[in-house]
C-alpha cells in the first residue's frame, strides 16, 4: 500500500492548485481517502475526505467552497484542487487511506489510517 502527493509548489494568494495522490496497492472503491495538513507550528488536521465507493465527500469549515475533492477509480488517483487561497493554507498536506466510512467527525480521526503519503509542500504567499 503506497500513497504518493504531487502537485504542490509556490501560488499567490487568491489563486489555485491541485494536488494529486497516487494510490497503489489496493482498489479506491473501498476505501475512504483524506486529506490532511500541517501548517508551521501546528497540529495536523483534517481537511477533506471522500469516500472510494459512493464518491460522497466532506470537507472542513475552512476550506468548505474553495476545495474540492474528487477521484479517479480507474486510474486510482485522488485529486484536491484548491482555490481562492489564503496564507494560512500554507501546510504540508497529506493523503491518507483507510477502510473505515462514517461521518466527517469520525473519518477526521487520524488514527484510522494506516497509510500516509509523504506530503506535498503548499505555500501562499501574501
Known amino acids: 500500500v503506497q500513497l504518493v502527493e504531487s502537485g504542490g509548489g509556490l501560488v499567490q494568494r487568491g489563486g489555485s492548485v491541485r494536488l494529486s495522490c497516487a494510490a497503489s496497492?489496493?482498489?479506491?472503491?473501498?476505501?475512504?481517502i483524506a486529506w490532511f495538513r500541517q501548517a508551521p507550528g501546528k497540529e495536523r488536521e483534517g481537511v477533506s475526505c471522500i469516500n472510494g465507493r459512493d464518491r460522497s465527500t466532506h470537507y472542513a469549515d475552512s476550506v468548505k467552497g474553495r476545495f474540492t475533492i474528487s477521484s479517479d477509480n480507474a486510474k486510482n488517483l485522488v485529486y484536491l484542487y484548491m482555490s481562492s487561497l489564503k496564507p494560512e493554507d500554507t501546510a504540508v498536506y497529506y493523503c491518507?487511506?483507510?477502510?473505515?466510512?462514517?461521518?466527517?467527525?469520525?473519518?477526521?480521526?487520524?488514527?484510522?489510517?494506516?497509510?500516509w503519503g509523504q506530503g506535498t509542500q503548499v505555500t501562499v504567499s501574501s
Open positions: 496497492g489496493f482498489p479506491l472503491d473501498y476505501c475512504t
Open positions: 491518507a487511506a483507510t477502510y473505515s466510512t462514517g461521518t466527517y467527525q469520525a473519518l477526521m480521526n487520524q488514527r484510522l489510517y494506516g497509510s
